[in-house]
């Protein structure tokens, strides 16, 4: 059985929409998206540079517009799909929950309202590679800390006020090697962003919702989700809530998933697969060039 999943803020970087766009039909598609929600895709995938795309209201349509964009070239119907936080929104359009445009709608607002509360304060996250999550999660939580992305693989993303990042440095829990601050602009996953769980719900009022085409998991929980009324809401409350990666991936193990493919611009999720669902092949689509690679893959495992 194969899985399609779709990777997170963090995963773009300078450029790397430019092979994509040489495609039949993706620059117009691309430029489709843009006029419907009023940024320029091609601009920020070809030309921004990273602090640019680093921009929580330009990195998350463009992530979504990416992930569309390389499932679509692929022409395969996944067994499974998910999506690492707004990801998922990527993975509700290629269940069949939403259309494209509708996602990037939504994820235009998403992007827009979590930039907004991001504002308010001085907040950041910052990644801790090793550990125990026993022992790492009461830490975090005894310095005001959210655990806001458990990835699995031995990976944890804390998240909190700048203060509270800066004593966690100084302050590991026992058995991390490292703390590594991230590149965003806020402390995504927790209740600093609030203020943009109700602008998302009013754009998802809007919204026409199917159930699902193919099996959906949640970040929630790592728990499948039969109908397209409950995939939106846990989209909309998923904003200032954990990530659940890990028990994503283990729901992957349970459904017996066999294979891995990781869109564009994919490699984060490979990584965390490699460590916690030995066994499963992998690939993560980067450029066009593995899309050849991507298709052998989907021969071999779409449907066993």
Known sequence: ????????????????????????????????????????????????DADEIRDTAVAQPLLVAAGLLSAAALDASPGVVAGHSVGEITAAALAGVIDDEAALRLVRTRGLGMAEAA????????????????????????????????????????????????ELAEDKPEGVRRVVPLKVAGAFHTHHMAPAVEKLRAAAAALTVADPKVTYVSNADGKTVATGDEVISRLVGQVANPVRWDLCMETFAE???????????????????????????????????DLDAARALISEHAGA
């Open 119 to 166: 504002a308010v304060s001085e907040t950041g996250m910052a990644a801790l590679l090793g550990g125990d999550p026993d022992v790492t999660v009461p830490h975090l939580e005894k310095l005001g800390l959210t655990p806001a992305n458990v990835n699995g693989g031995g990976q944890i993303v804390a998240a909190g006020t700048a203060a509270q990042i800066a």
């Open 255 to 289: 459904l017996g998933v066999t294979a891995l493919i990781e869109a564009a611009p994919g490699g984060t999720l490979v990584g965390l697969a490699k460590r916690a669902l030995p066994g499963v092949k992998t690939l993560a689509l980067k450029t066009p060039d």
């Open 1 to 48: 059985m194969l899985v399609l999943v779709a990777p997170g803020q963090g995963a773009q970087t300078p450029g790397f929409l430019t092979p994509w766009l040489e495609l039949p039909g993706a620059a117009d598609r691309i430029a489709g998206w843009s006029d419907a929600i009023g940024l320029d895709l091609a601009h920020y995938g070809t030309k921004a």
